[in-house]
């Protein structure tokens, strides 16, 4: 019964992720809370670095599972320059289950979750994996809708600050 809930649910996400369109705005606010017990409570305003990445996520998402290494290959790579924040939806998957999905894959870079939803709601995530590239220099936003291979998450990351070494 609860497999088949969650076939029908990640369905009707797919499903609406084809009709409704992401819409984030230029201004990315939020307030997470981590899986990460020394640190448990992120905002946008932590964050230190001038490019970060949003990736929202859930566990029982199979393009999901597939990516999220692929942020901690760039996050090991690229974290003097950048910070990425992971923002599980939970319904789907529970709390502890993405604690533990993270700890499977060794995730290290920031991983939390707002327990009712509030920020996936305020930002209008309608299909999943789905990943905002930010420039706060440049006031820029890159919206990626779906599963992303390295190669493009490298190449989207090397835009952002390639664009701002052009606009110094």
């Known amino acids: 019964m609860i497999k088949h809930l969650k076939l029908i649910i990640i369905t009707t ?73 992971g923002i599980q939806m939970i319904g789907i998957d529970d709390i502890d289950e993405g604690i533990k999905f993270s700890e499977k894959l060794n995730l290290s870079f920031k991983l939390g979750y707002n327990a009712d939803n509030s920020t996936i709601r305020k930002f209008n995530i309608n299909s999943f994996p789905t990943t905002l590239f930010v420039s706060k220099e440049n006031d820029e936003i890159i919206i990626w809708d779906g599963y992303i291979k390295y190669e493009d998450l490298v190449k989207n990351t090397i835009k952002l600050i390639e664009d701002s070494k052009y606009n110094d």
């Open 13 to 85: 996400c797919i499903c609406l992720s084809l009709i409704m369109c992401t819409n984030v705005g230029k201004e990315i606010n939020f307030n997470i809370d981590l899986y990460q017990p020394d640190l448990k409570n992120y905002t946008n305003k932590d964050i230190t670095k001038d490019f970060y990445i949003v990736n929202f996520w859930f566990p029982s998402c199979a393009p999901c599972a597939k990516e999220l290494p692929h942020f901690e290959k760039l996050y090991k790579e690229y974290k003097d320059n950048i910070e990425i924040i």
